[in-house]
């Protein structure tokens, strides 16, 4: 499958940004999505989830209450919703796929897209 990010850009803090990750080749119902994260000298981090079985969703810590995720499986998207956005999100946002359930686990997701930058500032 290929993933294709999009909808980054630079927003002031307490600002909302959404970002889409559309995907294209086999079958999109089939895969948990999931969004991370990788700030400048820092790992990647996971964001948040979407599982391709039940549908049901998993929220990273450090975003909890403030970015929430969806999919729609008729037009091969995720959409990751990033309100109240603080400095600390600034980071390139990857979307990445995987026929199993949601991992937070970079090396747990084979298929990558090619990251958005999200700059918030202060």
């Known amino acids: 499958v290929q993933l294709q990010a999009c909808g980054g850009g630079a927003v002031q803090a307490g600002g909302s940004l959404r970002l889409s990750c559309a995907a294209s080749g086999r079958t999109f119902s089939s895969y948990s999505v999931a969004w991370f994260r990788q700030a400048p000298g820092k790992e990647r981090e996971f964001v948040a989830g979407?599982?391709?079985?039940?549908?049901?969703?998993y929220i990273g810590d450090s975003v909890k209450g403030r970015f929430t995720i969806s999919r729609d499986n008729a037009k091969n998207t995720v959409t990751l919703q990033m309100n109240s956005l603080e400095p600390g999100d600034t980071a390139v946002y990857y979307c990445a796929a995987s026929g199993g359930g949601i991992s937070t686990r970079t090396y747990d997701y084979p298929y990558w897209g090619q990251g958005t930058l999200v700059t918030v500032s202060s």
């Open positions: 979407s599982s391709w079985s039940d549908g049901g969703t």
